[in-house]
């Protein structure tokens, strides 16, 4: 049942403003969909995304702070600017399984968001903002972005994230992202094997003492990856090999205690063989959330008034547990990263749940997304700017 929320002429004004650009979102979310491009590569995906704010009174840098698939867009308040609120988008895809993190519904979440808040800013002082980030998957866009100034002008951070199911409050693991490569000598394997020296060998011997290491690691510790290179020719000692490996942890003070034990096992295997083992960050680590805990309070309260419901199965609800490089943002920010549900049985990165982010039910989640979005940075932006002030006061973290 949904929860009944007082009378407030502002969000009835937001939620009128969703439902009255509704085609537009679902046509962006569609566009971003059907054309997915992966991290760093995703020039089409963000000047969609660009350019639907544009006609909404919003100023468009594109590129943004030197990187060709970031843009921020900015729609100032008329008169006395109090407070400035940030929706992020993301809209890089899968290699191989394109949007099946659903990432077309988190840019068309925060760009709904932005512009139905962006019809009442002037009634608050509040200046609104859509960064979009690229190459969440694994390139830490928003940290690239961080470093370079993005985000610290922001009083207020937020995006929602697909999933399974809701759930409000987002726990990721801190992570490295690494690139493993070993180099050794290529022989013929069968005439001149005494002559090489074998790359995938110290591969084995690398993923053989992970997999023993596993045993003694902290319980929620996670250590995975592939190999994405073995050799060439089954009568060649491979000369090269190499994977992209993950390390996950609680949080970054422990993720850095268990970086040097995995990468023992690593050089493990080029001690064992002889090869020359190369690591390679692919990003800056990923930080473990600190979520604005006023402010996720109001999302679900506004979440539930929509009908949205975080009554839901524990074994379904665990993608709060995915990493993200918001994790970073919200270091320095005030922040929010829930998880909303889009049905049906398939979980983040299989082609099924790809399917489950276009159409009706993706469509529900979109509008709902997009209004509580922005009834929450409403309430935010009213507690903590000292304007049109509620009854019950956000405690600022």
Not at 167 to 196: I, K, L, M, N
Not at 217 to 226: D, E, I, S, T, Y
């Amino acid at each position: 049942m949904n929860e009944r929320l007082p009378p407030d002429d502002l969000k009835v004004r937001i939620a009128d403003r969703v439902r009255a650009i509704d085609p537009e979102l679902c046509a962006l979310s569609n566009q971003l969909h059907a054309d997915p491009e992966i991290g760093w590569q995703e020039h089409r995906s963000a000047a969609a995304v660009a350019t639907a704010l544009a006609p909404h009174g919003f100023t468009i840098e594109q590129p943004y702070l030197g990187l060709e698939t970031a843009f921020r867009a900015v729609r100032l308040p008329r008169g006395a600017h109090r407070f400035t609120v940030g929706f992020l988008a993301e809209y890089d895809a899968l290699p191989g399984l394109g949007h099946a993190c659903g990432h077309n519904l988190i840019s068309a979440m925060s760009v709904g968001g932005a512009i139905a808040l962006a019809a009442v800013a002037d009634d608050l002082g509040l200046a609104v903002e859509v960064i979009g980030t690229p190459a969440e998957e694994g390139g830490g866009g928003k940290i690239v972005l961080l470093e370079r100034g993005a985000f610290t002008e922001l009083d207020f951070a937020l995006m929602a994230h697909p999933a399974p199911v809701d759930v409000a409050e987002a726990r990721p693991f801190a992570v490295t992202h690494w690139h493993v490569q070993y180099d050794g000598t290529a022989a013929h394997a069968a005439a001149y094997p005494e002559r090489g020296v074998n790359a995938n060998d110290a591969f084995l011997v690398a993923q053989l003492a992970i997999g023993l290491l596993r045993q003694q690691l902290p319980a929620g510790v996670r250590v995975h990856g592939v190999q994405t290179r073995g050799g060439e020719a089954p009568n060649a000692i491979p000369e090269r090999t190499e994977g992209r490996w993950y390390v996950r942890a609680e949080t970054t003070a422990q993720l850095l205690e268990l970086e040097e034990r995995v990468r023992k096992c690593f050089e493990a295997g080029a001690l064992a063989t002889g090869a020359t083992l190369t690591i390679t960050p692919e990003s800056e680590r990923y930080a473990e959330m600190r979520t604005d805990e006023g402010a996720l309070d109001r999302y679900r309260e506004n979440a539930r008034a929509l009908g949205r419901n975080f009554d839901v199965d524990p074994a379904a609800a665990t993608m709060n547990r995915a990493s993200t490089d918001m994790g970073n943002v919200s270091q320095v920010v005030n922040a929010i990263h829930p998880y909303i549900g889009v049905g049906g049985g398939a979980s983040n990165h299989q082609p099924d749940f790809a399917a489950a982010c276009v159409g009706p039910a993706a469509e529900q989640t979109l509008r709902d997304g997009a209004t509580a979005l922005a009834w929450t940075a409403l309430d935010v932006t009213r507690n903590r700017s000292g304007v049109l002030r509620s009854s019950a006061a956000i405690p600022h973290d």
